[in-house]
């Protein structure tokens, strides 16, 4: 659905957002959010956040930045805060989407995994546009930052990406072999 001449809604619907790193353990925190993928051009697309459908129109709340995003996985159940996830939300690994971005991790959850799946794909469409360089597993394996899960098993759907752009953009990383 096209938002105007400019902007293309590429994925929208309802996910459940973790709040920040200091709220996160507060289950009223995570807000129920409508989301938008809208791409605003070729290589630009950004994810916004709204009280519910009907404030698309308005202004959001919030957004993604999607050029800062670092990390993006599935399934995050080797994440240090997924078994507060799971205990909290009753919800099954594969209904969760982890994104890290500069600034903060952000869980989104959905209400099944075909969901979620959905807005990874989409996701990583819109990332897979912008300039970076996706990472083979090898060159990735020694690139990690050290609050981020270790890897798991090979079934595990990860995406990492080393942005392009200036080396100020480049998200922090840790040279730590893992163990």
């Keep these: 659905m096209a938002l105007s001449e400019e902007k293309e809604e590429l994925c929208a619907g309802y996910l459940y957002k973790s709040p920040k790193a200091s709220q996160f353990k507060i289950q009223k925190s995570w807000k129920r959010r409508y989301f938008v993928l809208v791409?605003?051009?070729?290589?630009?697309?950004?994810l916004d956040y709204f009280k519910s459908e009907e404030m698309k129109n308005s202004e959001s709340?919030?957004?993604i930045d999607l050029s800062q995003?670092?990390?993006m996985f599935l399934n995050p159940e080797n994440h240090s805060m997924w078994n507060w996830v799971h205990e909290s939300f009753r919800c099954s690994p594969s209904c969760v989407l982890f994104m890290k971005v500069a600034d903060r991790d952000y869980f989104l959850i959905?209400?099944?995994?075909?969901?979620?799946e959905r807005w990874f794909s989409a996701l990583y469409e819109a990332m897979h546009n912008r300039p970076h360089k996706q990472l083979e597993l090898t060159e990735?394996?020694?690139?990690r930052d050290i609050s981020a899960p270790p890897y798991s098993v090979?079934?595990?759907q990860r995406v990492e990406w080393k942005l392009d752009a200036s080396s100020d953009s480049q998200p922090k990383t840790n040279n730590m072999k893992e163990k």
């Design 39 to 46: 791409k605003k051009n070729k290589t630009t697309c950004h």
């Design 154 to 156: 090979i079934t595990d």
């Design 69 to 71: 995003v670092s990390w």
């Design 61 to 63: 709340l919030g957004a």
């Design 110 to 116: 959905g209400e099944t995994s075909s969901e979620i």
């Design 140 to 143: 990735a394996r020694g690139i």
